[in-house]
C-alpha cells in the first residue's frame, strides 16, 4: 500500500516536471522573435527595419573620408526619411507597455527622441554633414538603447551601442 503509493507520488512528480518543461518551451517562443530569429509581429518587423537602415547610415558615415566617397546624400536621405517614418510607427504600440506594465508616456518619449534623432539625420544628410550625421546617429542610437532598456528587459539595450 504504502509502495503503491509512492510510486503514485512518484509519477505525479514526474507530468509535472514535464508539464513545467513543455511550458517554459511554449513560453520562450511565444516571448521574442526567437529562437529562430524570424521577427513576427509588426512591431519586430519594423524594429528590424529600423536596425537595417540604422547600420547603413553608420556603414558610410565611419570616417569623413567613407561619407565624402559614398553617394553622400541620396541613400543617406533615404534612410534617414524611412527611419522617420518607423519611428512614428513604433510610437502606435501600446502592447510592450501595457504587457510590462510601465508608462505608455515612457514609451511614447522614447519613440519621440527615436523621431527627433531621425529628423535630425534628414536634416543634416541633406546638407551632407557628416559631423551632424555623426551627432544625429548618436543621438539615434541612445533612443534605441533607452527605449530597450526599459521595454526589452531580458536583451537591454547595449547591443546597438554608440560607434
Ligand atoms: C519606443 C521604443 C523603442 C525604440 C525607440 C527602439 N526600439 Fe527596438 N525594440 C523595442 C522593443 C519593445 C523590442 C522587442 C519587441 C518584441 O520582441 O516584441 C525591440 C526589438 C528590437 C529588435 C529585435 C527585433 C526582433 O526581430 O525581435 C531590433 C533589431 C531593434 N529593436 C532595433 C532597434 C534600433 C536599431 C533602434 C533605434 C534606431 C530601436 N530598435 C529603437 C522598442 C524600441
Same mark, same amino acid.
Given at each position: 500500500m504504502l509502495r503503491n503509493r509512492v510510486l503514485l507520488l512518484a509519477s505525479a512528480a514526474g507530468v509535472v516536471a514535464c508539464l513545467a518543461a513543455v511550458s517554459s518551451v511554449a513560453d520562450d517562443a511565444g516571448k521574442s522573435a =526567437? =529562437?529562430?530569429g524570424t521577427p513576427k509581429t509588426p512591431l519586430q518587423k519594423s524594429m528590424v527595419k529600423m536596425e537595417d537602415q540604422?547600420? &547603413?547610415?553608420?556603414a558610410v558615415s565611419t570616417s569623413p573620408g567613407?561619407? /565624402?566617397k559614398s553617394a553622400q546624400g541620396k541613400d543617406l536621405v533615404t534612410a534617414a526619411e524611412d527611419l522617420v517614418r518607423l519611428s512614428r510607427d513604433a510610437r502606435k504600440y501600446t502592447e510592450p507597455a501595457e504587457t510590462l506594465k510601465k508608462p505608455q508616456a515612457k514609451w511614447e518619449e522614447y519613440a519621440d527622441q527615436?523621431? &527627433?534623432?531621425s529628423q535630425e539625420m534628414v536634416g543634416a544628410s541633406r /546638407? /551632407?554633414?557628416y559631423a551632424g550625421v555623426? /551627432? &544625429?546617429l548618436k543621438e539615434l542610437d541612445n533612443s534605441c538603447t533607452n527605449c530597450h532598456g526599459l521595454f526589452r528587459p531580458k536583451t537591454g539595450g547595449d547591443e546597438f551601442g554608440n560607434p
Open positions: =526567437a =529562437a529562430d540604422t547600420k &547603413a547610415i553608420r567613407r561619407f /565624402k527615436c523621431l &527627433a534623432a /546638407k /551632407k554633414d555623426r /551627432k &544625429a
